[in-house]
Each structure stands twice: as C-alpha cells, then as structure tokens.
C-alpha cells in the first residue's frame, strides 16, 4: 500500500459496497493512513436500490466504517431504474454520485477494490470483442475517471495484484465478515459467465494470475505505443488559430497502428470528446489520408478534416487542417 500510494493524490475516498474486496481495501487504507499519520480515507457507500436489502447493507457498510472511526457517506440512487442494462446504469449512477460527492469536498482520487480476479475477468471480456492493445491491457492502477463530467478525477486500484480469496482470507483471519451481493452470481450478465468458466480455465493453466499477467504485458505495449504516439504527434501537428494543422503525408506513411492511435488523439483534441471515435470510422479516416483522397475533406467526431489553406501551409502540399465542426443553427 505505501508504495501504490506513494504517487497517488492524498486524502481520498473509498467507495465501500460491504463486499469482501472493497472492505479489505477500506482497512488496508485505514491502517496505512494511521501508520503514516495522514488523514483517515473517507467512505463512500452508494445504495442502489436494486433490491429490497440493499437499504440494510449500505447503512451496515457504513457503520463498519464508523467502527474504524472513518467518516462515512450513503449516497442514494433514486428515480426510475433501467428494466435492462441494469448493470451499466448502476455503475454509471454510482460513479455519477460519487464524483460529485468527491467534486464538493474537494478531493481529486477515489480508491476502489478492483482484485486481480477482476482484472482477468476485464482481460476475458474484451478479448471476447475483439478489444486491441488498450481493451487488452485491462485497468489501470490509477486511470482518469470513468465519467467525462468530473476530469479533474482520478480513480486508484491498489488491489489489483491480490486474488479474492487473498483479500476475503485476510479478512477471516481478523474476523471481519461481508456481503456477497446476489447480482455477483447473476448469469445473465457476462462477468458471471466467464466467472463461472474459472475453475475450467484455471485446470487448462489459464488461471486469474496468468490472465492478469498478460494484460499487464499488453499495458507495457500500450505504454510504449502512447510514447510513440506523443512523439509522432509532436512532429507532425501545430495547434493553430482555429484548429490543428497536420503534415498529412508523415501521418499517413506512419505504421498503421501508430497512425490510428495519432489521428484519434487528433480528433480528440479538436473535437474535446472524452473518448475515441469508432475504430470502423476511424479506419475509413485513415485510409482515405494514406491514399490521398480525402478530396474536399470528412466530417468525423463532430471535426472536419481537409487540406490547408494555402497560407496555413506549414508542412507543404500536403498539410491538412483539423477544425471543430459549428453547431448547426436551429430552423425555427
């Protein structure tokens, strides 16, 4: 914990459920943050409402919290609930809740109880879609928000190298008990499937701690490719006035992954889009610079991307100006 925790922004919060991860992770905070004198982590304990119980556990979460002497918060999901896609909404709702929670007091960092069975289960379901290098290198330790709303912060996994019998082991051991939300052993949803895949997986020698090791080598390439990305984008774009001029031939000689992650983090920038276009779309993009037709020029992420004024030329005949769309008048 003191070296997770030695980069990451101090006081934070933790989001408590009353499960075995997250109130391993909330003691583990508790005891380094009174070991090395700081300020206690705050608890935040979101009641979704899915369930008649879920009232009951989330003032039981809370008063497990106070017991440590911790600070502790309910935040309510209220308002019509979603009769499908339950599970994205829920966690759409909590982290919404949370982050504006963690907006007024001011702190920058939430801190969840991500395990490292979780992050093989990540790893699994977006090799199921066909995820490249990003999909594949599953969570990161500390990534932004998962909300475009609130970019000022940050979320913090220090669990994910303990497996969940590691974390509910130590709890037993300190006599801590939890609850096991029924929802973690739905079948309609798709973690549960592959959780439930484990045992078989785990006898072929696929077992979460191998899983989880190849998507921290795909986090390595990963890395590696974003450190590429910056240096081909500051070689070949310039913020301009009223856009970004881009030296189209350099982009599209580039290898076709390295060009594909520039132009998205171009129309990124352009657009201020909190995520990538779709990678068909993208790819079309691509192609038609490579190739040299963009003609007139493509609308993509709310950007027009098309050859330079003459005067704004900066990288020759084939410079290329990346602008944000206007918004279009209403009729009435």
């Not at 919404?96 to 969840?112: D, E, F, H, P, Q």
């Amino acid at each position: 914990m003191e070296e997770f925790a030695a980069g990451v922004a101090w006081p934070g919060a933790v989001a408590v459920s009353g499960g075995g991860d997250s109130l391993a992770l909330m003691h583990l905070l508790a005891r380094w943050a009174k070991k090395a004198k700081l300020t206690p982590p705050q608890v935040l304990v979101v009641d979704h409402g899915l369930r008649p119980e879920s009232r009951k556990e989330a003032l039981g979460a809370a008063r497990k919290a106070r017991a440590l002497g911790l600070s502790a918060t309910v935040l309510r999901w209220t308002g019509p609930h979603p009769k499908s896609g339950i599970e994205a909404a829920a966690r759409q709702a909590r982290y919404a809740l949370m982050g504006a929670w963690l907006t007024r007091k001011k702190l920058t960092t939430l801190y969840v109880g991500h395990n490292q069975d979780e992050q093989a289960e990540t790893f699994l379901l977006r090799l199921a879609r066909g995820s490249g290098i990003d999909g594949l290198a599953a969570m990161r330790p500390l990534a932004p928000y998962p909300l475009a709303d609130f970019p000022q912060l940050a979320v913090a996994r220090p669990l994910l190298g303990f497996s969940r019998a590691e974390l509910r082991a130590w709890l037993t051991a300190r006599r801590e008990s939890w609850v096991e939300d029924p929802m973690n052993d739905d079948p309609r949803f798709d973690r549960i499937k592959l959780r439930r895949l484990g045992p078989a997986l785990a006898e072929a020698g696929l077992t979460p701690a191998r899983i989880a090791l190849a998507a921290g080598h795909m986090a390595a390439a990963r890395d590696l490719m974003e450190g590429l990305t910056e240096a081909l984008l500051d070689r070949i774009a310039s913020p301009d006035r009223d856009g970004i001029l881009i030296d189209g031939g350099a982009l599209g000689a580039a290898p076709r992954a390295l060009g594909l992650r520039a132009l998205a983090a171009l129309l990124q920038a352009a657009s201020g889009a909190a995520y990538r276009p779709r990678f068909e779309s993208l790819e079309r993009l691509f192609d038609r610079l490579a190739a040299q037709t963009l003609g007139g020029g493509m609308t993509l992420s709310g950007c027009r991307i098309g050859p330079a004024p003459a005067r704004e030329r900066l990288f020759g005949a084939q410079t290329l100006k990346l602008t944000r769309e206007k918004p279009r008048k209403s009729p009435i």
